[in-house]
């Protein structure tokens, strides 16, 4: 049995003419899809601080029904640290998900009035739009939340 000898030089070599044109192909699918990978992510963000305002919310009711005398600028301190240790904004890595900035980009913004009882969370998108806001009462809430 004679085993034949492969010739090299009649294997086709890629040219730098199909290398550009798979490169540009992939160029272009990616130039496609990426407006929609990005607005899904802001959907994303935007998704997960609106459900931080919820969270907040929901302890914010708690913390009143265990404590009727407690005030709100406490209830909402405690909060807020509780939940900025374990919760990060996720347009600022840096930044708090709950601060007590009145116009903030990104967060939820938490104002109190002890007088009133009552904690107003605020919640905006990377660019300073309003996405929510609840005004916390005992022994219950209201919430808007603008729909996209």
């Not at 272009?28 to 990005?38: H, K, L, M, R």
């Not at 600028?73 to 890595?93: C, G, H, R």
């Not at 996405?131 to 209201?142: C, L």
Request: hydrophobic letters at 40%.
């Amino acid at each position: 049995m004679k085993l034949g000898k492969i010739n090299f030089c009649k294997i086709k070599k890629i040219t730098a003419i199909e290398i550009t044109t798979v490169i540009l192909a992939f160029i272009a699918i990616g130039v496609y899809y990426s407006p929609n990978f990005i607005h899904k992510q802001e959907v994303m963000k935007a998704a997960k601080i609106k459900a931080d305002n919820a969270i907040f919310t929901s302890k914010a009711l708690e913390e009143f029904a265990k404590n009727k005398t407690a005030k709100s600028s406490e209830i909402a301190q405690k909060i807020s640290d509780e939940l900025n240790s374990t919760s990060v904004n996720p347009y600022n890595k840096k930044a708090p998900a709950y601060t007590f900035e009145i116009n903030c980009k990104g967060c939820n913004s938490v104002e109190y009035d002890d007088n009133l009882s009552m904690i107003i969370l605020t919640t905006y998108n990377k660019k300073g739009e309003l996405i929510a806001r609840t005004v916390i009462k005992p022994p219950s809430f209201v919430t808007y939340t603008k729909e996209d």
